[in-house]
């Protein structure tokens, strides 16, 4: 549950955007609000717009219409303090292959400007368990370690909102666990969570509420309890319990 | 303060990668070097001919070394997507242009001595009588030159013939700044009593800061998918 006081107030905002990629609109007058302390599920078959949109929340794609505020500002035109507070996991890692686990972290701390930075590395590298993997080049660590290394980039920085696509890519039964914990933790610490994941059962445990993405639109946006499955061509492999 | 400490950072990571991968400048002075030994394989080196020749054999030179220099500066940021985690952190675009042209133009300076430095033994020539004129018209050239190398390798990293674009997009802007470049060069190593080299190191230095500054101005554009 969000925080008392902070659950009305909407730290993102959609307001009906629209994306092109040439022709083809990958998202069609999309709209939702995104408060602190919400734990937010996006889920929607390949081509959906999942991708799109959470690159846009991240400010790495421009809407063709509609805006995307940010604590009230818009993102397109004062973003650059807006990404102070927004961590972003994509499917690629944003990691240097020639730079260790911790020059990367130092290098993406210093651009973050944050204070105390080494002991902020020290903090996420314990987070995803990559201390003892610190000196070696991302190049030569496993996918599921450079996700690992790519999520302690994400949360380096605290970010009050975190947004996550398909984040237990590459990661082990053990990492997959530690992260479902640390996410599930996020709304107490009034952070907002969006993430996507393929595995709907594991979103569904970890989130509160689902917005259904299909062909560019919103198909649902409430609480899973109450999300309409069958309609939403979604089938549950556990029964009908969900995390509320 | 900050700005400067964001453009060192980013100066300092990409010196790191290239000590790491030792890509970048190595294939730089190669290929400068081919470059001048093949002219100097060709062509007289009697003191008129040099003359004639030379500024505009370094010029290509430099030219194509830089070509090299920029399409590598950006494959390391398109690998794994790292122009994108760098457009993450709240950092004007700006910045970024700076810190990752001033690597540019490091690693394009470095490969410019090595090459001048071959090109005195091979076509027995001295720079030294003029050498602080050519230091001053190589400074700007390739500042200008590494500002559209920079901008325009962030451009071609984006489509997909990127190596062959990069050449097609950046060469006509860059025409003006190799002719003014070569010209002052060249009078510069004539010794130039008339101080005709101080008329074409200011205008090689006009164009390199209008190239620069518009380059600085653009580059957050061109971050834009």
Redo the contacts between chains.
């Keep these: 549950m969000p925080p008392q006081g902070q659950a009305a107030k909407p730290v993102l905002e959609v307001r009906n955007v629209t994306k092109f990629f040439g022709d083809l609109a990958a998202l069609k007058e999309v709209s939702l609000t995104i408060a602190r302390g919400e734990s937010v599920f996006l889920y929607g078959p390949n081509g959906a717009g999942k991708t799109t949109l959470l690159r846009m929340l991240?400010?790495?794609?421009?809407p063709s219409s509609g805006e995307v505020l940010f604590d009230g500002k818009n993102l397109e035109r004062d973003g650059?303090?807006a990404?102070?507070a927004?961590g972003?996991v994509?499917h690629?890692?944003?990691?240097?292959?020639?730079?260790t686990v911790r020059?990367n972290l130092r290098?993406?701390g210093?651009?973050?400007?944050l204070d105390g930075l080494e002991r902020r590395i020290d903090a996420a590298l314990d987070m995803f368990e990559m201390r003892s993997r610190e000196d070696a080049?991302v190049r030569d660590l496993s996918r599921g370690l450079q996700q690992r290394t790519s999520l302690a980039?994400a949360f380096l920085h605290d970010p009050d909102f975190v947004v996550l696509d398909e984040p237990f890519t590459g990661l082990d039964t053990q990492s997959v666990a530690r992260l479902e914990d640390l996410l599930r933790r996020l709304p107490e610490q009034g952070k907002a969570l969006l993430f996507s994941t393929h595995d709907f059962e594991q979103g569904a445990a970890i989130a509160n509420r689902l917005i259904a993405l299909k062909a560019g639109r919103v198909r649902y946006n409430g609480p899973l309890a109450s999300a309409p499955f069958e309609e939403l061509g979604i089938q549950r492999s556990n029964g009908q319990k969900v995390h509320d | 303060m900050t700005s400067l400490k964001i453009i060192w950072s980013i100066l300092i990571k990409d010196l790191r990668v290239e000590w790491r991968n030792r890509e970048t400048l190595a294939s730089m002075c190669v290929f400068g070097l081919l470059i001048v030994f093949l002219f100097n394989f060709s062509f007289e080196t009697a003191r008129e001919e040099t003359l004639r020749l030379l500024p505009a054999v370094l010029w290509v030179a430099i030219a194509f070394a830089g070509v090299l220099g920029f399409n590598r500066s950006f494959a390391s940021e398109r690998e794994n997507s790292c122009i994108e985690g760098m457009t993450l952190a709240p950092v004007d675009p700006s910045m970024i242009f700076v810190g990752k042209m001033l690597a540019n133009l490091l690693f394009l300076g470095i490969a410019e001595v090595v090459m001048a430095f071959a090109a005195t033994l091979w076509f027995n020539f001295s720079f030294l009588p003029s050498l602080g004129e050519l230091v001053l018209i190589a400074f700007f050239g390739t500042l200008g030159y590494a500002a559209l190398g920079t901008i325009f390798g962030a451009i071609a990293a984006n489509t997909r013939m990127r190596e062959v674009m990069l050449t097609v997009l950046q060469f006509p802007i860059a025409f003006w700044i190799l002719m003014l470049s070569i010209d002052a060069t060249s009078n510069a190593m004539r010794g130039d009593p008339g101080g005709n080299w101080a008329g074409g190191a200011a205008r090689v230095a006009g164009i390199s800061v209008v190239f620069t500054v518009a380059s600085f101005l653009l580059f957050e554009y061109v971050l834009e998918e």
Excluded at chain 1, 58 to 62: D, G, I, M, V
Excluded at chain 1, 110 to 113: D, H, I, N, T
């Design positions: 991240a400010s790495l794609a421009r650059v303090a990404k102070s927004i972003f994509s690629a890692i944003f990691l240097y292959g020639e730079l020059e290098f993406f210093r651009l973050f400007r080049l980039r």
